[in-house]
Nanobody, 123 residues
């Protein structure tokens, strides 16, 4: 059974930092493209960042570029999202997603999703 579990969310003041982690069981992250998405209150889920299997470039949404960093540790089967200079607009539930096919991840239609972790940024 495949399971993705996110952690690291919480309440932080504007300008602060958080490190979100996603750990997988039942799959090896080294075989998967992995991404982070978020859902802001009252809005559709949106792409945040992604990392390709086998290395290669990472991608970021324009809204987080330069502030967020995605990284993977295949030995630990984890993908982290380092979030710096947080803004109130970053308040959302953050989800980890993984898929063997890049196109499905790119479309936000990944096969596997975590349950989400809440990030709240106060002004």
């Amino acid at each position: 059974q495949v399971q993705l579990v996110e952690s690291g969310g919480g309440l932080v003041q504007a300008g602060g930092s958080l490190r979100l982690s996603c750990v997988a069981s039942g799959v090896s992250f080294s075989d998967y493209h992995v991404g982070w998405f978020r859902q802001l209150p009252g809005k559709e889920r949106e792409f945040v960042a992604r990392t390709r299997r086998g290395g290669g470039p990472t991608d970021y949404a324009d809204s987080v570029k330069g502030r967020f960093t995605i990284s993977r540790d295949n030995a630990k089967n984890t993908v982290d999202l380092r979030c710096n200079s947080l803004k109130p607009d970053d308040t959302a539930v953050y989800y980890c997603a993984a898929d063997f096919e890049f196109l499905r991840l790119d479309r936000g239609q990944a096969r596997y999703w975590g349950q989400g972790t809440q990030v709240t940024v106060s002004s």
